[in-house]
């Protein structure tokens, strides 16, 4: 009730939180308050930066390494002199792109979502995993169903799945305090070998046929999603892309426009906070894993009906998309265009260091792939050492701030 | 000490602008020898980022720092320490693992042999500090078994370790028990003798009266004035700080108490150890009274309070709203039932930092139309109440999409206040409502919640501050051990007051506390 206004306070002192941040969430929530968009652009540019280092170690340039593998994205589509049958191949090179991002935006926002109720999901790939079990399960059977039915049943009880699967971790958490990083990582283990035995050689869900692979039985034909760019037989792009950027829209629509949202984020921020607002905390807990898991389900049973259309033994074990699913949030800063165009990287990088496209000559093969997985690393490493990043680009403001006109030296 | 003592370091036409808002304006500043020097002002008025710059951590964009006369140019706060200066933070930085010699020591670590940490001369040392100034302290005891009270020495040891004479002083007394702030207080005239110069920055105007030799007072960024103690009142100090008369006491008729609208019986609490803290008790608020509960910080009053909202669930006895039964009731019945709730801690209960207002200002019923409807968030509908609720209470630096944690406490605790207050309780539960406010948000605080006692409300008003106490309520209750121990009408002494709240009987008050 002072006679003038007050002015704002200003924005460095005497600002609301004042504890320091102790744990990787609090941390990580501090870094996305704090850097909008340039934080990841930094943090993306640095990877890319040290990725380029590691090959000009290898005595190659890393600059046409670089070129290469953009062209090997696909996304020199876009250009428009680009014509004849580079275009042919560049289309090619954008639908596998896409074809990779598709499941990452999924599995990314299963993280996403878990990261604003406060929780770290690092169970994607299980869930996953059990999407894609259960997709292959639905799908190669009840032959005679319609196809649209057949689709949407698959998509439906893949999802449950992946959403009752990460519920379970959600549910440890809220009854006996089990530490959700924890429980998804061994939930994964769980995935990992159930998947190993429905598939490995007697299992219950391997080949019906032919007895000697460790694979399941192919989906039923009409019950794969429409390939509506490029050729079906060549994995064109299917509908799933929609799919998920449907569930892209739903995230965002979830958690900024209904009330379940609204108590996500407030536990989220502050938990004690939102048990004082009437919410009951426990309950989110469950219900944001659930639709954590929902999404990692549902990147299962895309990739089944969109273009695997089976799994084998080696292809549980070998997959790591929920892995990616998690530095893809971090890069995407859990918002959902973030997460969008993160997963586009990531899918570009790794379509764009596969062996097919990089002549020996550019690249070395043998370095290729695990180009993907260092950019990945670094990325990963570089928004846990958020403090370096922070430290930049406050540094850069800062030295902005410095030259503006009317600054005066102390002490001069 | 003295008007003619030197002056041993002197702030002149210090200007620091920052975004929308220039928080320093040429301000002029000078500390002598020997003297403690109060910086008064309201949150926000300018004291931190004044001293900020004098400690290094932020550059002036105008003015000069002299160091006995001799022109200073710090570029950060290694500079500032080796000009003499110590500064003792709000929070402190202290690594709990550590003891207090380590910590004292801290990267000016005395060696043996060039590279070994020498342990027994870093006690040694620490203990020789301490005892020239008369401190308890035992150099080997680890920080986080300390109390707020003896860490806030082992800062001040840090400083006098780095040898400086300058000492600044961020809000000490912010976090500390009227008992601690005592001590705090002795030790400060002991390094006053010891030939220490002390800046002591505050927004409590009975402690710079108590303590400082001086008085700076800055409003807005601007220095007001300088004056000596003596001459100076409560009175003179708050008009120079907030810009106008404040009435420090606020004005009050008498209640006209109602029907009962909380009526507690026997009520048990366990605390999170499982501990019994609230043993039987037992109260009744009216509509249209305040009851103060007074009490020694930790005499069960949060369990209470937790207790009463829902928050916790009671061990035995019954809790009635209105004259309904809602004991066993979770926090959301609760509110759902017309207790309002205004927490303790409203940084880390009372608001999600990371929220907007307007979703901060909805936290306790965005369930309901307006703001939502079968599950949707109407967002246009949160940003248009918030609008009004603002404009209504009053609360400056923020619009409905601004983030609470960029507004200054006293802002804060209106929009709890507003939130709380929209709803239309029957009871409100207050817990020491003005903590950490300044002068101004307090006046304001507390006419609120005496108007709303004349709207009819039922108030429990749960403070440790005793003027509050005294001066709002209609009736008041002390609590010790869990027990309530008396009941007093608002006119008993304070003395009185205090002998109940260290163990009721006369006499026995002194050993009990």
Redesign the interface.
């Known amino acids: 009730m002072t006679e003038a206004p007050t002015p704002a306070p200003p924005p460095l002192p005497e600002a609301g939180t004042d504890a320091a941040p102790v744990n990787f969430v609090e941390r990580y929530g501090l870094l996305q308050r704090s850097g909008g968009v340039a934080t990841a652009l930094i943090t993306a540019s640095l990877a890319f930066l040290i990725g380029g280092l590691v090959v000009l170690a290898t005595g190659h340039n890393p600059l046409s390494a670089y070129r290469e593998i953009f062209n090997g994205t696909g996304l020199n589509w876009l250009f428009p002199w680009v014509n004849g049958t580079d275009r042919t191949f560049a289309a090619m090179n954008l639908q596998q792109t896409l074809l990779k991002a598709t499941p990452l935006m999924l599995t990314g926002l299963a993280v996403a979502f878990a990261f604003r109720c406060g929780m770290f999901n690092i169970g994607g790939q299980g869930q996953y995993t059990v999407g894609t079990i259960v997709g292959v399960w639905v799908g190669s059977s009840w032959a005679g169903i319609p196809g649209p039915a057949h689709i949407v049943l698959a998509i439906v009880l893949a999802s449950l799945a992946g959403a009752f699967f990460a519920g379970v971790a959600g549910l440890l958490k809220a009854t006996v305090g089990a530490h959700e990083v924890i429980s998804t990582i061994m939930l994964n283990w769980v995935a990992f070998y159930v998947g190993s035995y429905a598939f490995g050689l007697g299992g219950p869900l391997q080949n019906s046929t032919n007895v000697s692979v460790p694979i399941s039985n192919d989906i039923a034909t009409n019950a794969h999603l429409y390939v509506f760019w490029g050729d079906p037989i060549l994995q064109g792009l299917h509908i799933g892309f929609f799919i998920a950027i449907g569930a892209l829209v739903a995230y965002w629509v979830v958690l900024n426009r209904t009330t379940l949202g609204y108590e996500v984020r407030a536990v989220g921020f502050n938990a004690e906070a939102a048990r004082y607002g009437g919410i009951n905390v426990a309950r989110s807990y469950v219900t944001a894993m659930a639709i954590s898991g929902l999404f990692a389900g549902l990147a299962g049973a895309i990739d089944i009906l969109g273009w695997q259309f089976r799994v084998g033994q080696l292809d549980v074990q070998a997959s790591n998309i929920g892995f990616t699913g998690i530095a893809v949030a971090l890069l995407g800063r859990n918002t959902a265009v973030g997460v969008f165009f993160s997963a586009l990287l990531f899918g570009g990088l790794i379509n764009g260091t596969s062996g097919r496209h990089l002549s020996a000559d550019v690249f070395p093969p043998q370095l290729a792939g695990n180009l993907t997985l260092i950019i990945q690393g670094l990325i990963i490493l570089f928004i846990g050492a958020d403090v370096l990043v922070l430290y930049l680009w406050q540094r850069a403001k800062r030295l902005r701030a410095g030259k503006t006109p009317g600054a005066v030296e102390v002490g001069t | 000490m003295g008007p003619d003592a030197p002056v041993v370091l002197e702030l002149a036409g210090i200007t620091k602008r920052?975004?929308?808002?220039?928080?320093n304006d040429h301000v002029d500043f000078d500390l002598r020898a020997h003297e403690v020097h109060a910086l008064l002002g309201?949150?926000?008025a300018g004291k931190?980022?004044l001293m900020?710059i004098l400690y290094g951590l932020?550059?002036?964009?105008?003015?000069?720092?002299r160091i006995n006369g001799k022109?200073?140019?710090?570029t950060s706060s290694k500079d500032a320490i080796e000009a003499g200066i110590g500064m003792v933070h709000?929070?402190f930085m202290l690594i709990p693992v550590m003891t207090v010699a380590e910590n004292i020591v801290l990267a000016v670590e005395p060696t043996r042999a060039g590279v070994l940490f020498d342990v027994g001369a870093a006690a040694d040392r620490v203990r020789e500090i301490a005892e020239q100034f008369k401190f308890t302290i035992d150099p080997y005891a680890r920080i986080q078994n300390l109390s707020v009270g003896q860490q806030q020495r082992v800062e001040i040891l840090k400083a006098l370790y780095r040898k400086a004479d300058i000492l600044i002083l961020d809000e000490p007394t912010a976090v500390l028990t009227p008992q601690e702030a005592r001590e705090l207080f002795g030790i400060l005239q002991r390094l006053k003798a010891e030939g220490m110069s002390i800046i002591f920055i505050s927004h409590k105007l009975n402690e710079a009266l108590e303590i400082a030799d001086r008085i700076t007072v800055l409003r807005?960024g601007v220095k007001i004035d300088t004056i000596p103690r003596e001459g100076a009142t409560e009175a003179s100090l708050a008009r120079m700080m907030?810009?106008?008369d404040v009435l420090l006491t606020v004005e009050k008729t008498p209640g006209v108490p109602g029907k009962p609208l909380l009526e507690v019986a026997g009520l048990e609490v366990f605390d999170d150890r499982g501990l019994e803290v609230v043993k039987g008790v037992s109260l009744t608020v009216h509509a249209g009274e305040i009851v103060g509960l007074a009490g020694i910080d930790g005499n069960g009053q949060e369990e209470l309070i937790d207790a009463l909202?829902g928050?916790r669930k009671a061990h035995a006895g019954s809790i009635r709203i209105a004259g309904e039964e809602s004991s066993g009731d979770?926090?959301?019945e609760m509110?759902?039932t017309g207790v309002g709730?205004i927490?303790v801690d409203r940084?880390?209960?009372?608001?999600?930092?990371?929220?907007s207002l307007a979703?901060n200002l909805?936290?306790?019923d965005?369930?309901h139309a307006p703001n939502?409807r079968l599950?949707?968030?109407f967002?246009n509908r949160l940003v248009a109440r918030a609008r009004k609720l603002l404009k209504e209470f009053?609360v400056?630096?923020?619009v409905p999409q601004t983030?609470?944690?960029?507004?200054?406490g006293g802002n804060?605790q209106k929009v709890v206040l507003a939130r709380e207050i929209d709803r239309d309780p029957k009871v409100l539960v207050a817990g020491q409502p003005t903590r950490g406010l300044d002068v101004?948000?307090i006046?304001?605080v507390h006419r609120r919640l005496l108007s709303e006692r004349d709207e009819g409300r039922a108030i429990l008003l749960v403070s440790l501050e005793l003027d509050e106490i005294l001066s709002l309520s209609d009736r008041i209750l002390v609590i010790y051990e869990g027990r309530i121990v008396g009941e007093f009408p608002p006119t008993v002494s304070e003395e009185e007051l205090g002998l109940a709240m260290t163990g009721g009987g006369r006499g026995s008050g002194e050993e009990a506390a």
């Open positions: 920052f975004p929308g808002i220039i928080a309201e949150n926000g931190s980022t900020n932020y550059r002036p964009d105008e003015g000069e720092i022109l200073a140019h710090f709000q929070h807005r907030v810009g106008r909202t928050l979770s926090a959301r509110l759902e709730h927490p940084q880390r209960r009372g608001l999600v930092l990371d929220f979703e909805a936290l306790r965005f369930r939502s599950g949707w968030l967002p009053d400056r630096g923020g983030r609470a944690g960029m507004l200054s804060q101004g948000a006046e304001f």
